[in-house]
């Protein structure tokens, strides 16, 4: 059984900073491609970031040059570090990865969701 847990979210005011952390556990063989995806009330989840197991990065539009996505591979993790952050990037975070369990193929996985507020 194959397990992303995020962690981080929380409370901030605009132009403030969060790091976002997402843990896979389980049976794992490898990870694949990583990232995080957000949804905002009303709104349909959206791509935010991905990270290649090359570290290839890839960002939303309304993120770059805000955002920052990385891996630590032997902790089969992956973080978020958001700066300069906005009202309207509000929404629940969601990280996934895609994943090699020991039994089985490559699949997506997804964690819970974390909130993020942005709010002064």
């Known amino acids: 059984q194959v397990q992303l847990v995020e962690s981080g979210g929380g409370l901030v005011q605009p132009g403030g900073s969060l790091r976002l952390s997402c843990a896979a556990s389980g049976s794992i063989a490898g990870i694949g491609t990583m990232g995080w995806y957000r949804q905002a009330p009303g709104k349909q989840r959206e791509l935010v970031a991905t990270?290649?197991?090359?570290?290839?990065?890839n960002y939303a539009d309304s993120v770059k040059d805000r955002f920052t996505i990385s891996r630590d591979n032997a902790k089969n993790t992956v973080y978020l570090q958001m700066s300069s952050l906005r009202p309207e990037d509000t929404a629940v975070y969601y990280c996934?990865?895609?994943?090699?369990?020991?039994?089985?193929?490559?699949?997506?996985?997804w964690g819970q969701g974390t909130q993020v507020t942005v709010s002064s």
């Open positions: 990270i290649t197991t090359g570290d290839t990065a």
């Open positions: 996934y990865g895609f994943v090699l369990p020991t039994r089985g193929y490559f699949s997506n996985y």
